[in-house]
């Protein structure tokens, strides 16, 4: 009888990653009913005069951003569960590293879903891991289209 091999902590890193972003956004209020009322304040610019700039696009974004992320991190976990690692069986001189392969695409392991997602939601190289949403982001001011025009004074 073989014993259930440890988690990859690379994959089980990732697992709570993914697990942390969708117990934070089922905790979020929905800014859907909130968006609504803020659209019928935006101004002649199309912004709404508040400490930041909220474009009508933005607003559309924050309606349908905390259904969209939740949908998005049980995506993640669920292709996280379909592509984990196992032991590909072949013979081995090393019994303590074996070599495995992927439940779902029999890639070694790690294989390219595992490695692109891994990518993308793991934490960047050269910065901590944190799970903390950084506290200010910098938006830059929107582009003025070439069919807008100027207001005159």
């Known amino acids: 009888m073989k014993a259930d091999k440890p988690e990859d902590p690379q994959r089980q890193g990732?697992?709570?990653?993914?697990?942390?972003i969708l117990v934070r956004t089922e905790k979020a209020t929905s800014w859907h009913d909130e968006a609504g009322h803020l659209r019928g304040l935006v101004n002649h610019?199309?912004?709404?005069?508040?400490?930041?700039r909220l474009a009508v696009e933005?607003?559309?974004?924050?309606a349908g951003a905390r259904a969209e992320l939740l949908r998005f991190a049980e995506l993640g976990l669920r292709l996280l569960d379909l592509h984990q690692p196992r032991d590909a069986g072949g013979i081995t001189s090393d019994t303590a590293h074996p070599i495995l392969r992927c439940r779902s695409?029999?890639?070694r392991w790690p294989c390219p879903t595992f490695r692109a997602m891994s990518e993308s939601f793991g934490a960047p190289r050269d910065?901590?891991?944190?799970?903390?949403?950084?506290?200010?982001?910098?938006?830059?001011?929107?582009?003025?289209?070439?069919?807008?025009l100027p207001e005159s004074a």
């Open 14 to 20: 990732l697992r709570e990653h993914l697990e942390t």
């Open 45 to 52: 610019e199309g912004y709404v005069p508040i400490r930041t």
């Open 58 to 62: 933005d607003l559309e974004f924050l």
């Open 105 to 107: 695409c029999m890639w």
């Open 127 to 148: 910065q901590p891991e944190t799970t903390a949403l950084p506290e200010t982001t910098v938006r830059p001011e929107p582009v003025r289209r070439e069919t807008e």
